[in-house]
């Protein structure tokens, strides 16, 4: 039994630290009613983990029924939910597609946090989707998104296994369950002809006579360039619509990680030192040494962008840590606010303290897997 109303949402504001430049979001409710069955909640334990020790993990894979629910793991950076996701992937016989918009690029790997370590438990290799699927230097969209993971989607779910979405890119995963088909917007040559010499605040208000823009358009209008691409996208929609054919129902099961704000803000610190010294910076300086430029790098935020900049000589290392680690502070605080407003634009997220151990919030998420 489905229950949905669809709001065509279009926010103006999205986090100014990832890459993207086209965001065009529909939303909709849905409750579903799933099997309840009883499952064997062993406690799994990753080797990645400090201080902890592996241990055999259990097989609740009959949980999973040919309409099965998306399983959607969503946190801040820091609350520990790729490690969730994993050890309820080798519960349920499943397989992770990655809701990370930086994750997706090859050689990006400390400053983006994939710790593919994570992957690994006991020995067992949990597969994954949707990481290093292009070099760096790329710029991936919010429409590529969407088709890369409704292939990694219908690949998993023909093989009857367990989907299990997981990151912390709101938008990513909104698009993905909003169930509204995106547009590929292709590049107007003429109508960036037409729009070359113009200024920023020239470009803003032709993007203002677009009626629609807010409706499907969330680029970035901070530079030229954007604000250029705003108006190609907002010309494109204004004569072609999106579609909602061909979308399969997802039932998304949303499980929130929580982590006591004091808590983030220790975790983001050490860890930015961690990664550090693990070699973030010998990384970015080989993406330089590669061939990418600067600007490309810089395009993509965060550890990235002020990592990039220390090493052209813009910033010292102490402007860089600190603006660094005061901008994924705040980059923390916008996800958790955009993880807030999908609930009030109707997502229920059933939220697990992150200050428990790996045991108890599997099994906790197990149980609200269980329920519904």
């Known amino acids: 039994m489905q229950n949905a109303k669809f709001t065509i949402y279009l926010f103006r504001k999205v986090t100014k ?18 099997n309840k069955k009883n499952m064997n909640n062993s406690q799994i334990l990753s080797p990645c983990l400090r201080g902890t020790s592996g241990a055999e993990g259990g097989n609740n ?28 992937a080798l519960q349920l016989n499943g397989e992770i597609i990655s809701a990370d918009s930086r994750q997706i690029y090859r050689g990006m790997d400390l400053g983006t946090g994939k710790d593919l370590c994570e992957y690994t438990i006991n020995g067992h290799q949990i597969p994954y ?37 997981c990151g912390g890119t709101g938008l990513y995963i909104e698009a993905v369950l909003g169930g509204y088909r995106l547009l590929e ?10 729009l070359e010499g113009k200024t920023l605040d020239e470009l803003s208000l032709i993007l203002d006579t677009y009626p629609n823009y807010h409706r499907h358009n969330q680029t970035d209008v901070d ?14 929609y204004a004569s072609h619509e999106s579609t909602e054919t061909d979308y399969p129902t997802l ?68 402007e860089m840590f600190k603006g660094l680690e005061t901008a994924i502070h705040q980059f923390a605080k916008r996800q958790m606010t955009w ?31 269980k329920k519904k």
Not at 185 to 194: D, I
């Open 61 to 88: 894979s009959k949980l999973l029924t040919p309409n099965s629910s998306l399983i959607t793991i969503l946190g801040p950076t820091a609350s520990g939910k790729t490690t969730l996701a994993t050890h309820l």
């Open 339 to 369: 993880f807030r407003g999908m609930e009030r634009r109707g997502y229920t997220i059933n939220w697990i303290n992150a200050d428990q151990t790996i045991e108890q919030k599997v099994n906790q998420a197990l149980e609200i897997i």
């Open 129 to 165: 989707h949707l990481i290093d699927i292009h070099p760096a230097g790329y710029k991936y969209n919010l429409y590529e998104y969407q088709r890369d993971f409704l292939k990694a989607y219908d690949d998993i779910t023909t093989r009857g296994t367990q989907p299990i979405l």
């Open 185 to 194: 917007v292709p590049v107007n040559e003429p109508l960036r002809q037409s």
């Open 251 to 318: 039932n998304p099961i949303i499980i929130g990680v929580d982590i006591d704000r004091d808590l983030r803000r220790e975790k983001i610190t050490r860890r930015l030192k961690t990664r550090l010294d693990e070699g973030m910076l010998d990384e970015v300086q080989g993406l330089l040494n590669s061939g990418i430029h600067p600007d490309d790098l810089i395009y993509y935020g965060l550890e990235y962008k002020f990592l990039t900049q220390h090493l052209i000589g813009e910033l010292t290392f102490d």
């Open 17 to 34: 630290n990832c890459a993207l430049c086209i965001v065009h979001c529909a939303f909709f409710y849905t409750f579903a009613l799933q």
């Open 223 to 236: 530079t030229v360039k954007r604000a250029i691409r705003a108006i190609e996208i907002a010309d494109y």
